[in-house]
């Protein structure tokens, strides 16, 4: 007898529509893009023929970057003293679900600066949005 073919083996996958970030201690609406990965160093070690012996490693890397609609940048800016710029906050963690198929995936971010802000518009646009890189300065936990 042959086995029935399962179409659904992965059940429902994430999406957009699956993720929610909080930044700052609120759950954020206004943005179109986040982005955050990890790295980490590790070279081969030569030893006598041609194949590595070994490996090292080296240091460790994160990176992270949203981009916000302007009314979200300006709302941060706003809950700041006047003249502060936005990398005068305190470094605070971002906090990212995703639900999918019953299930919840949780990463932290840690230790996240803002390293800017700015403004990108052009003829056309029916929004504004600005991508910022953040500073990341611990260990992504993944899956928490």
């Known amino acids: 007898m042959n086995k029935p073919t399962i179409v659904n083996k992965l059940g429902k996958m994430a999406g957009w529509n699956s993720i929610t970030m909080n930044l700052l201690g609120r759950n954020v609406e206004g943005f179109t893009e986040l982005s955050y990965d990890d790295s980490v160093e590790i070279e081969g070690a030569p030893g006598a023929g041609m194949f590595f012996v070994?490996?090292?490693?080296?240091?460790?890397?994160?990176?992270c970057s949203i981009t916000l609609y302007t009314e979200e940048w300006n709302a941060i800016q706003a809950a700041l003293p006047k003249g502060s710029m936005l990398s005068d906050i305190k470094p605070f963690p971002i906090i990212v679900e995703y639900e999918y198929d019953f299930k919840k995936v949780t990463d932290i971010i840690p230790?996240?600066?803002?390293?800017?802000?700015?403004?990108?518009?052009?003829?056309?646009d029916k929004t504004i949005g600005y991508k910022s890189d953040l500073f990341v300065g611990g260990k992504i936990e993944w899956n928490v």
């Open 54 to 63: 070994g490996y090292g490693t080296g240091k460790y890397a994160a990176k």
């Open 111 to 124: 230790y996240c600066m803002i390293q800017g802000r700015g403004v990108a518009v052009k003829q056309g």
